[in-house]
Nanobody
Framework: QVQLVESGGGLVQAGGSLRLSCAASGRTRSRRAMGWFRQAPGKEREFVAA????????RYAGTVKGRFTISRDNAKNTVYLQMNSLTPEETAVYYCAAGDSGSASEVRYDYWGQGTQVTVSS
């Protein structure tokens, strides 16, 4: 089992930045890719970004490419999502997930955190 805990969410003005963290515990020896997803009110959960175990490969949704950066520190069992130039439309609960590849598909992820709320005010 792998437990994931997100942090770093909060309220930010449009155009602002936040950095989310996702701390993993439990069976962290397995080399897992990590992903970030988000779910806005009334919408389905969507892919945001993913990173391979080594950190050498990353993937982003087109809507965040160039503004968001995913990274990881395996020594700390932590994955980060730096979010810049946020818009009100990006208000959502952000989830991190652990999977077997840096896929954009939810089904490839086995473990999920509880999520952290990000609210972007206009």
């Amino acid at each position: 089992q792998v437990q994931l805990v997100e942090s770093g969410g909060g309220l930010v003005q449009a155009g602002g930045s936040l950095r989310l963290s996702c701390a993993a515990s439990g069976r962290t020896r397995s080399r897992r890719a990590m992903g970030w997803f988000r779910q806005a009110p009334g919408k389905e959960r969507e892919f945001v970004a993913a990173i391979s175990w080594s950190g050498g490969s990353t993937r982003y949704a087109g809507t965040v490419k160039g503004r968001f950066t995913i990274s990881r520190d395996n020594a700390k069992n932590t994955v980060y999502l730096q979010m810049n130039s946020l818009t009100p439309e990006e208000t959502a609960v952000y989830y991190c997930a652990a999977g077997d590849s840096g896929s954009a598909s939810e089904v490839r992820y086995d473990y999920w955190g509880q999520g952290t709320q990000v609210t972007v005010s206009s």
